[in-house]
């Protein structure tokens, strides 16, 4: 990280007293004071106060979607030729100091009441530590043999690198939480052993499930969620192949740079609308194609065949149009335009979903796409149980799963405060 250049854009940013970087962030972080601090060499200050609203700086400042979130409503974007004070990079910075400094995160000594989180992404832990901040008595549940969630899982180690990431978490634990690895909610345990042994419980399990797009040929050999080859690293050998990459967001283009970096002989990402529609960043999409992958956009995929095995996609171009009601553009298939490419595999990113067999047996109140219903606080429709992140259908960035966690854990106190 350049210090001069962050530094520069700094010393550049107006203290704007509505802070619209401050609304654009889904944590809420007080972006005008850190970078006041920062201003000031009290690096150590700064990291208190982000630490009022957030526990993953290292890695927020590092792979949040800024462009739609703090840097995009900076008002230098609108004076500046687009470009915004580097707040992602000062946060990062900070963040790291505090790792390399090892400044500890304060917290209140225990009482006697425990809470049980169940999974260790960005919502579970950020739960986690803020109640154990506050003097709760926490325990994690993961059923993998390590925390992060798709921050370790999804997030591909080009955009997030691993050993920093274990030092953040190790930070977190060494607040003095407790945690069970190797457990899953629905197979080691069920929900109302935590109900039984808990004060209060927060599930935080995560949407790892990819969905489909009810095609035909969704069943061939060959076909693969993205989510799925993410969190298994199960992959077939893509060396001289060709692959599709059904999708237009951050797993599309992860899977599509990670299949391509493994040596596929062509990547194409095929994406219904246009790419000033893509969810994904536009610099991703940038750097996808300095990696060789190739988009297809305002294409649609009508369906996958083969014998057996995946031979070729049928692909129809699209148009987009306002529908009466809609904020964005939808795409409509052109008649008589459709045409087939051959490849090898297909991989499905279009979406995410939790895993059924869980979310089914919770006893829970569900919504309509099956995720679990939460109110604004994280309440669910079970007394003593809790919900937030990708699980609860918070737009799917880890600031917004990590705020959910946030607004539980204050949820729960106040719950239990109560009792
Ligand atoms: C490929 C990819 C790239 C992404 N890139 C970005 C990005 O650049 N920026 C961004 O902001 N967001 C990104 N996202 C979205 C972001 O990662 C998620 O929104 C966020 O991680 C959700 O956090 P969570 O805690 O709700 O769920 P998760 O991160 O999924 O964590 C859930 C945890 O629960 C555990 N678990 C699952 N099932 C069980 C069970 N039965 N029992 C116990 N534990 C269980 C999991 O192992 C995991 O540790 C990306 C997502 C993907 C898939």
Redesign the pocket.
């Known amino acids: 990280m350049n210090y001069d250049y962050i530094k520069e854009s700094a010393y550049e940013c107006l203290q704007c007293i509505k802070s619209p970087c401050q609304k654009g962030c889904p944590l809420n972080n007080d972006i005008r004071g850190l970078i006041k601090l920062f201003r000031e060499e009290k690096y150590k200050e700064a990291y208190n106060l982000l630490l009022e609203t957030t526990i993953l700086p290292s890695v927020c400042g590092r792979?949040?979607?800024k462009s739609r979130q703090c840097e995009g409503k900076c008002v230098k974007t609108r004076i500046n030729n687009g470009k915004s004070i580097e707040i992602g990079k000062i946060e990062a910075f900070i963040g790291d100091m505090a790792l390399k400094n090892n400044w500890s995160i304060n917290s209140l000594p225990l009482n006697n009441k425990r809470i049980a989180v169940?999974?260790?992404?960005?919502?579970?832990l950020t739960c986690a530590a803020f109640l154990r901040r506050n003097g709760y008595n926490v325990t994690i549940?993961?059923?993998?043999d390590y925390?992060?969630?798709?921050?370790y899982h999804?997030?591909p180690d080009f955009?997030l690198d691993k050993t920093l990431l274990r030092k953040v978490i190790d930070k977190i634990l060494e607040l003095g939480i407790d945690v069970r690895l190797n457990?899953?909610?629905?197979?080691d345990f069920t929900l109302e052993d935590l109900e039984n042994e808990y004060d209060a419980v927060f599930l935080?399990?995560?949407?790892?499930g990819s969905s489909k797009m009810n095609i035909p040929g969704e069943d061939l050999k060959g076909v693969y969620g993205?989510?799925e080859l993410?969190e298994t690293g199960n992959h077939p050998d893509y060396e001289g192949k060709v692959v599709v990459v059904s999708g237009g967001g951050?797993?599309a283009i992860?899977?599509a740079c990670t299949i391509k970096k493994a040596n596929a002989k062509k990547v194409y990402v095929i994406y219904r609308r246009s790419e000033k529609e893509a969810p994904a960043e536009e610099n991703e999409i940038r750097e996808a194609k300095d990696e060789g992958v190739e988009f297809l956009f305002q294409n649609n995929i009508l369906g996958i065949y083969g014998d057996k095995t995946v031979e070729k996609v049928e692909v129809i171009k699209t148009e987009l149009v306002k529908k009466e009601g809609d904020d964005r553009l939808s795409p409509v298939n052109i008649e008589g335009s459709s045409y087939y490419l051959p490849c090898d595999y297909v991989v499905m990113a279009i979406g995410?979903h939790p895993?059924e067999f869980?979310v089914n047996n919770l006893g829970l109140e569900l919504d309509k796409r099956g995720r679990i219903l939460i109110d604004k606080d994280g309440y669910t429709s079970k007394e003593k149980v809790f919900a937030?992140?990708?699980?609860a259908g918070t737009i799917?960035?880890?600031?917004?799963?990590a705020r959910s966690g946030r607004d539980a854990a204050y949820a729960i106190m106040k719950y239990l405060e109560k009792m």
Do not use: W
């Not at 935080?204 to 790892?208: C, I, K, L, R, T």
């Not at 937030?388 to 699980?391: E, F, N, P, V, W």
């Open positions: 792979i949040c979607p169940v999974g260790g992404g960005p919502a579970g549940y993961e059923r993998h925390l992060g969630g798709l921050l999804g997030i955009r457990q899953s909610i629905g197979k935080g399990f995560g949407a790892n993205g989510n993410l951050n797993v992860d899977v995410s895993e869980i937030g992140g990708d699980l799917g960035t880890v600031a917004f799963a």
